[in-house]
Structures are given as C-alpha cells and as structure tokens.
C-alpha cells in the first residue's frame, strides 16, 4: 500500500541534535507555540513562523531547535 509521499526539500540546517531540517518541519524552538520552516523567495532564504514569528530567518534558530514533526503528517501541531 502506498502513502502519499511528499519531496521536501533540505535546508542545509541541522538542529541541535544533528537532525537535518526540510521544509515543512515544525519545531520548538522555546517560544510561545511551535513554528513551521518555509522558503521564502522574496527573502532568498528559510524563514520559521508560528506564533508571535511571522517570518525570522531558519538560522537564527537551528541550532536550539528540536524537530517535532511536519505539516504533511502531523498538522496538529501548528493548531496550538
């Protein structure tokens, strides 16, 4: 039986356990509520939001960030 697959791409960011981040991960990163990792092409780059964050840079927070899980099999978390 076959699930529906998503390609996402890599960021070429890892979190604080080594973990590589794709687009689409969601993660706590000690704020209010978890965020979402997008590119944005206006920007040139990987931005987080969710919460009070609508669009800081994946860099600034890679590294304390732990990965929760993605928007493709665990919508649930960004309903927080």
């Not at 840079?57 to 928007?71: D, F, M, P």
Request: hydrophobic share 35%.
């Amino acid at each position: 039986m076959k699930k529906n697959i998503k390609k996402r791409a890599f960021t070429g960011s890892s979190n604080k356990n080594g973990e590589k981040i794709y687009e689409g991960n969601i993660l706590d990163i000690d704020i209010d509520a978890p965020v979402e990792v997008f590119w944005n092409a206006d920007y040139g780059g990987w931005l987080v939001a969710g919460g009070w964050l609508s669009g800081d840079g994946l860099e600034y927070y890679s590294e304390r960030a732990v990965i929760l899980g993605n928007k493709y099999d665990n919508p649930e978390l960004l309903e927080k």
